[in-house]
């Protein structure tokens, strides 16, 4: 406010809602357009003036300084008119209230840029466009410093996102999953909460730029539109499986595998990142019942010979995106044993694909030679150059072989308690640098783990059956 002009209020709804929002940690998430990013440059500012003086500091991030610029804009068109006598800083990148409060504007890449921030304390933190990072590691880093000793003095940790980018699996996994919209998260840590905005609430630019929502229509890309026009997550973001995936068709219940069916598994490993174990049935072509009709009668289904199934998996993590949980080789190998005892599959499953990786020798010692003594036994997976462009192409195939009707070609299928192979894979974003490639900063360990099985050898069982 600057005496009976009104610079800057919130619209009703979403804007209102988030910047009286009481919980510590909230997310403001939805389409295009609601104004988020004034939303969160104003939360801060609210509190400006209120008598907290340079106690009250607040660091708004993004990925990169470049990217910035927009932040930077947005505030300045705001702040300089309603607090006379502020100052921003361009060459630290900082807003100075002339009653001693400061707004850094800064970049976070890595999580090692924490450091650059150990020991600071800012009551308020606040990042943009939360997709944008890989995984969780700098956003859950600089809790640390979301603190202040000045009594009585809010603390806020603040975010805003759109569906779609490199980051959607672990946003929706930590925001948007647990709880509906609007509705508090309380797992053990401080609550949080989303809040949902949309771009009718955004009178000013429905005035501004009446053709707007017209230009989110004639989006090209459906996974794009879905994410920025209705604010959906559950789609396929970022492209490597774009067209190719649909949650309805290739998720599957749980049924019985037919006792002549291959059984196999393949691996990702992973000590500080996460390991990925996956169980694949191979179908023979013999018709299996999948579940009842809506009569209560056997739904029966034959799938050409070859077609894969992920029937179990289990995903080493710390319960963090792309966070291992640091298990030992023979740990994980007792696991394996133990997990295909409780299926009822112990002695059934044979030896598949695993990261070559486990096979290089140090010191005279491999961890394939750990799983082995374990009883656990891999074959190297097909790590040749361009077995990674193949491999996704490959998982695209089978997918695409999935949606037809009838299936002529062998198709991959997930059961439906695969829910690292749903949260991670689907999502996968395409490299910005080589769209054949997966960006190798998103949580792609489920999917390496796929993408050597499908690239796995054709295989004959002892019936003669061929496998895939």
């Not at 929706?172 to 609430?201: C, H, L, N, S």
């Not at 462009?389 to 949606?403: Q, T």
């Not at 439906?416 to 640098?433: G, N, Q």
Request: net charge neutral; aromatic share 14%.
């Amino acid at each position: 406010m600057a005496g009976p002009e009104i610079i800057w209020q919130p619209h009703p709804g979403s804007q209102q809602q988030f910047m009286s929002c009481p919980i510590y940690e909230a997310l403001y998430e939805g389409t295009r357009g609601p104004g988020k990013t004034d939303a969160l440059l104003m939360d801060f500012a609210q509190h400006c003036g209120s008598g907290f003086g340079p106690h009250w500091r607040g660091v708004l991030f993004r990925e990169t300084y470049p990217q910035l610029a927009d932040v930077v804009a947005k505030s300045k068109r705001v702040f300089f008119r309603a607090f006379p006598g502020i100052k921003f800083n361009a060459g630290d990148f900082v807003w100075n209230w002339p009653t001693g409060e400061q707004l850094y504007f800064r970049h976070m890449r890595v999580a090692d840029d924490y450091w650059n921030y150990h020991g600071h304390e800012y009551p308020w933190i606040g990042w943009e466009e939360l997709t944008n990072w890989p995984d969780i590691q700098c956003y859950d880093s600089m809790k640390a410093c979301s603190r202040a000793s000045y009594p009585g003095m809010p603390r806020k940790y603040r975010s805003t996102a759109n569906p779609y980018g490199v980051g959607h699996a672990w946003v929706k996994q930590y925001f948007i999953d647990p709880a509906p919209r609007g509705v508090v998260i309380r797992d053990g840590g401080m609550p949080r909460v989303r809040i949902t905005g949309f771009y009718f609430e955004n009178k000013t630019l429905m005035v501004s730029d009446p053709d707007y929502v017209i230009k989110l229509q004639s989006i090209a890309d459906e996974n794009k539109r879905k994410a920025w026009l209705g604010a959906d997550w559950n789609i396929v973001s970022g492209g490597m499986f774009d067209g190719t995936w649909r949650e309805e068709v290739h998720v599957l219940k749980p049924f019985a595998i037919p006792p002549q069916w291959r059984i196999d598994r393949s691996f990702d490993w992973g000590s500080s990142a996460p390991f990925s174990v996956g169980w694949w049935a191979v179908s023979d072509g013999t018709e299996v019942v999948i579940g009842v009709d809506d009569e209560g009668q056997p739904l029966k289904r034959a799938f050409p010979r070859g077609t894969l199934f992920r029937i179990a998996e289990w995903y080493g993590w710390s319960g963090k995106a792309n966070e291992g949980c640091r298990m030992l080789a023979s740990e994980i190998a007792r696991g394996i044993k133990a997990k295909e005892v409780e299926m009822g599959l112990a002695g059934r499953v044979q030896a598949g694909p695993a990261d070559s990786a486990i096979f290089d020798t140090q010191n005279g010692v491999c961890i394939a030679d750990d799983f082995a003594r374990g009883g656990i036994r891999w074959e190297r997976a097909d790590k040749s150059p361009g077995s990674r462009r193949n491999g996704w192409e490959r998982v695209r195939e089978y997918l695409a072989a999935g949606l037809e009707h009838p299936m002529e070609k062998p198709g991959l299928f997930v059961f439906d308690t695969c829910r690292h192979f749903i949260r991670t894979v689907p999502s996968l974003p395409r490299d910005k640098k080589d769209p054949d490639d997966v960006d190798t900063a998103a949580e792609d360990h489920v999917g390496d783990e796929v993408r050597y099985r499908v690239l796995m050898p054709a295989r004959v069982t002892s019936v003669q059956t061929l496998v895939m």
